[in-house]
């Protein structure tokens, strides 16, 4: 056990010292050109909605892979390699992220990543990779099964967007993402009688926020928020289509054109921001203003009318 644990920290030390690389070489080399066909090379694959039986989970990211067959769409027998190969192609994530994050995945299911499968639904081990407070996903406290959005939150967040895409069109800001993850965080802390949410699941989801919004590629709240700006601008009706269907638009590319890819070291100064700029007091006090204002604006109409 003990040579196994070294092996795994000199492991992980090898992944951040080539992620640093590839990070240089992201400044020095040319960034990836839009592709001119719809998706990276060529058409997406068809998309189709999952049948009954079919695996999913609580990252939209994955789901969506499946949906369109670049996993298998049963969602069964998912090898970890090929999960980390998929991601980087799919959305531009560096091999070095989408590695670890598979490898966390496997690590979390006790399985052997190069050799071993896993059921998409498996990454839901509550606490594990999916968890509380989660932006598009109600509690499992309410919700045992993770594996479709809760639609509420999805529209509630988009509707939060303040930004202006490139194309003119709306877009979800670091802000914007603070100011949501801190309400979900909130509100599931007073409403869940089992809400548990660690720090490392807090800055998961925070990371999310910048590049996937759940799970495995980012099942905490800022993590997921990170994903949704780093990966998909915050570009409203691309995230609404994505998040709503689990789908990717036709001529959907991620807007990471970094020739290695979206690194660790470039993701966590956004997944950083996100994070700082949560405030759940901040929330709870504008929550029990608004809720004050009425009974305040009766006690005035009264009195008038006393007058």
């Not at 990779?129 to 529209?155: G, K």
């Not at 490139?166 to 801190?182: E, H, I, M």
């Not at 009706?237 to 990471?256: G, I, K, M, N, T």
């Amino acid at each position: 056990m003990l040579f196994q644990g070294i092996g795994h920290v000199l492991l992980n030390v090898r992944i951040f010292v080539w992620d640093l690389w590839l990070t240089l070489l992201n400044v020095l080399l040319p960034s990836l050109p839009k592709a001119k066909d719809d998706g990276e090379k060529g058409r997406w694959p068809e998309w189709a909605a999952p049948k009954e039986g079919d695996s999913r989970c609580a990252c939209p990211a994955l789901n969506a892979m499946a949906n369109h067959g670049i996993l298998p769409h049963d969602g069964k027998g998912v090898k970890f390699t090929d999960m980390a190969a998929r991601v980087h192609e799919t959305y531009n994530f560096a091999p070095t992220f989408a590695a670890f994050v598979a490898r966390n995945g496997a690590d979390t299911l006790k399985r052997d990543y190069s050799k071993d499968t896993f059921d998409l639904a498996e990454l839901d081990l509550h606490n594990g990779i999916e968890h509380d407070a989660s932006l598009l996903r109600q509690d499992a406290y309410f919700s045992p099964s993770q594996s479709t959005p809760h639609l509420p939150l999805v529209d509630a967040l988009l509707a939060s967007a303040s930004g202006t895409a490139p194309d003119g069109s709306r877009a979800l800001t670091a802000a914007d993402l603070s100011a949501f993850s801190s309400k979900r965080r909130a509100d599931s802390k007073r409403e869940n009688p089992q809400f548990v949410l660690d720090k490392t699941h807090a800055v998961f989801g925070s990371a999310k926020c910048v590049s996937f919004p759940n799970a495995s590629i980012a099942d905490d709240d800022v993590g997921s928020s990170s994903t949704l700006l780093a990966i998909f601008g915050g570009h409203v009706p691309d995230l609404e289509v994505f998040l709503r269907e689990e789908r990717l638009p036709r001529a959907w590319q991620s807007v990471c054109r970094a020739r290695k890819g979206l690194t660790f070291f470039a993701f966590n100064g956004t997944t950083l921001k996100v994070e700082r700029g949560i405030d759940e007091a901040k929330y709870e006090r504008e929550r029990a203003e608004k809720e004050a204002a009425p009974e305040t604006q009766g006690e005035k109409e009264v009195e008038q009318g006393v007058n």
